[in-house]
């Protein structure tokens, strides 16, 4: 080899180091960064949840968060059967079906089986009577 081919060689092989500093993501979640909450894995003070079942039948379950509650708390998660949500009382709380805006609570909501949802806060306790596989 000639002595300009090995100094083409050496260039090519010598290659600088550089630190890439990861950017910040911002903006809405898409799927691959929401993480599959269901009320199994929710968080709270005491049963890890974010809301208390203050009664469960074979019907329905009557659910309450309180007014302290931290809203970051309150996240986006899919459960694993149809539901219908009913307020108990009144309320300014909302509820935020994947794909549309905020919704109020005045009237009962289906909400589909694995659809990604969210509670809202409101002011005061949020009192909801739960419905599972659609069933009144």
Same mark, same amino acid.
């Given at each position: 080899?000639?002595?300009?081919?090995?100094?083409? &060689?050496? &260039? %090519?092989?010598?290659?600088?180091?550089?630190? #890439?500093?990861?950017?910040? %993501?911002?903006? %809405? %979640?898409?799927?691959?960064? !929401?993480?599959?909450? =269901? +009320?199994? *894995?929710?968080? =709270?003070?005491?049963?890890?949840?974010?809301?208390? +079942?203050?009664?469960?039948?074979?019907?329905?379950?009557?659910?309450?968060?309180?007014?302290?509650?931290?809203?970051? /708390? &309150?996240?986006?998660?899919? +459960?694993?059967?149809?539901?219908?949500? /009913?307020?108990?009382?009144?309320? +300014?709380? !909302?509820?935020?079906?994947?794909? =549309?805006?905020? @919704?109020?609570?005045? /009237?009962? #909501?289906? #909400?589909?089986?694995? /659809?990604?949802?969210?509670?809202?806060?409101? @002011?005061?306790?949020?009192? &909801?009577? #739960?419905?599972? *596989?659609?069933?009144?």
């Amino acid at each position: 080899m000639t002595q300009k081919h090995v100094l083409h &060689l050496l &260039l %090519a092989i010598n290659v600088q180091q550089k630190k #890439i500093e990861p950017k910040q %993501a911002i903006g %809405a %979640a898409g799927y691959h960064v !929401m993480q599959n909450y =269901s +009320d199994l *894995n929710q968080v =709270s003070l005491d049963s890890g949840k974010p809301y208390t +079942d203050l009664e469960v039948t074979e019907d329905y379950t009557l659910r309450q968060f309180d007014e302290s509650i931290d809203p970051i /708390e &309150l996240l986006w998660h899919r +459960d694993d059967e149809d539901r219908v949500v /009913e307020i108990v009382g009144d309320t +300014d709380w !909302m509820l935020q079906l994947d794909n =549309s805006l905020p @919704t109020s609570l005045q /009237e009962r #909501i289906f #909400i589909p089986k694995h /659809e990604w949802h969210r509670v809202i806060k409101g @002011t005061g306790i949020l009192k &909801l009577k #739960i419905y599972k *596989n659609g069933k009144m």
